[in-house]
């Protein structure tokens, strides 16, 4: 799931300091055979990329999510401080309103309004599936302690952290006191371990999350918001995080470290259900990533089917985001049952100077939302493009 400059910079917190990862310094190796990439070929798969946040406002974004009607955008940023102070350490929350043409397409943002309260760490910003002005997000509310350990590092180069005053909140953006203590409503989480990385199925019963409460690595839990039970579902050992359901709710995607190699793969759960439509666990797991690269941030087409995600495969000093097969192997349309152990028809789809990462879909799968630092500024900001890869042509090399 999920998100350190000059290269680095800050030490920032959950799944939305994976920015740190954009600034890690070359790798050893040189790109991959087959993997060079064709910028002339991104302008068909993204053609017309637009920046949505610019340096002139904020020293970093990244990490933002579509509202379901696409007319608004949650993200994280680090604001542009007033004149002779430092910036801030951490990210903070904000929400903003979607810009269109006259044609529909996306122009920009407007209007940031920041949701959580000063000095806080926060990560994970998601809308509701139906109420279009409840948000949930994770927070420290206050300033969260230094001792923190990191929580993922590799080579000391990059890292984010688990604070354990993280907990999932909501906020509800139509009320007064937006952006304060007050305003928030804690739904995970006793502040007491870090719960973080959630998100909501698509009918808004149930919040998946990644939680360190009861010590020990990261696992994946849901919590069926209608009776209030929580159900472990991933408890490999090692990290597991960065969870986001299917469209139709059956399914997880998430990234695991359960090898203990600082390597994220990615892993796909079938969930089990009981007679009232409550989790109860998981029924399947397959494996979509096995290789020597970090793979991160998996989130779902809305056909269902395919995932895009970020990847190290290309070099840790330019990640680019990838799109892979999802099936099992079982699925309609796939070749004979079980066949497929890994994810496969894996494609490239961003090509350009700098690191691409966070990738989302609108709720249409029109639009690809996603963290880069392409371009004059060389700083993390949300970039927006229509997506125009067709994900069922097959790779002339397979893909795998």
């Given at each position: 799931m999920p998100c350190p400059r000059p290269l680095l910079g800050p030490a920032l917190v959950g799944a939305l300091l994976a920015a740190q990862l954009l600034a890690a310094p070359a790798a050893a190796q040189g790109p991959p055979a087959g993997l060079l990439g064709d910028p002339i070929a991104e302008a068909t798969r993204l053609p017309g990329p637009v920046q949505l946040t610019f340096r002139e406002q904020f020293v970093k974004a990244g990490e933002g999510y579509f509202s379901p009607d696409g007319s608004r955008v949650v993200f994280q940023a680090v604001p542009i401080p007033p004149e002779g102070s430092e910036p801030d350490e951490f990210y903070a929350m904000y929400v903003a309103d979607v810009v269109r043409d006259a044609g529909g397409a996306i122009a920009g943002l407007a209007n940031p309004v920041r949701v959580s309260p000063p000095g806080s760490a926060n990560t994970c910003g998601w809308f509701h599936p139906t109420d279009p002005d409840l948000l949930y997000f994770a927070t420290t509310i206050t300033p969260p302690t230094q001792e923190s350990a990191p929580g993922y590092q590799r080579s000391g180069r990059y890292r984010w952290q688990f604070p354990p005053e993280m907990r999932i909140v909501h906020t509800h953006l139509g009320r007064e006191g937006l952006g304060t203590a007050a305003s928030l409503h804690p739904e995970v989480g006793s502040g007491q371990g870090y719960v973080a990385e959630g998100s909501l199925s698509p009918d808004g019963r149930h919040l998946v999350y990644a939680s360190l409460e009861n010590g020990g690595d990261s696992n994946i839990f849901v919590r069926d918001l209608r009776s209030g039970n929580d159900v472990a579902v991933v408890t490999a050992p090692g990290y597991d995080g960065g969870p986001f359901f299917s469209p139709d709710g059956r399914r997880l995607c998430y990234r695991s470290d359960r090898r203990g190699d600082n390597l994220l793969?990615?892993?796909?759960?079938?969930?089990?259900?009981?007679?009232?439509?409550?989790?109860?666990?998981?029924?399947?797991?397959?494996?979509?990533?096995?290789?020597?690269?970090?793979?991160?941030?998996?989130?779902?087409?809305?056909?269902?089917?395919?995932?895009?995600?970020?990847?190290?495969?290309?070099?840790?000093?330019?990640?680019?985001?990838?799109?892979?097969?999802?099936?099992?192997?079982?699925?309609?349309?796939?070749?004979?049952?079980?066949?497929?152990?890994?994810?496969?028809?894996?494609?490239?789809?961003?090509?350009?100077?700098?690191?691409?990462?966070?990738?989302?879909?609108?709720?249409?799968?029109?639009?690809?939302?996603?963290?880069?630092?392409?371009?004059?500024?060389?700083?993390?900001?949300?970039?927006?493009?229509?997506?125009?890869?067709?994900?069922?042509?097959?790779?002339?090399?397979?893909?795998?």
């Open positions: 793969q990615l892993f796909v759960a079938e969930l089990a259900f009981d007679a009232d439509g409550a989790v109860t666990g998981m029924a399947r797991e397959h494996q979509l990533t096995d290789n020597g690269h970090v793979n991160w941030a998996p989130f779902w087409h809305p056909e269902g089917r395919h995932l895009i995600y970020a990847s190290s495969e290309i070099g840790h000093y330019n990640y680019e985001v990838f799109a892979v097969d999802a099936d099992p192997g079982d699925l309609p349309g796939s070749e004979a049952a079980g066949s497929l152990r890994y994810g496969t028809r894996r494609r490239r789809v961003t090509d350009a100077t700098g690191a691409d990462v966070l990738p989302v879909f609108s709720a249409d799968g029109a639009w690809m939302m996603w963290t880069s630092k392409r371009g004059a500024a060389q700083t993390s900001q949300l970039w927006v493009a229509p997506f125009g890869m067709d994900l069922d042509e097959v790779p002339v090399d397979g893909g795998n």
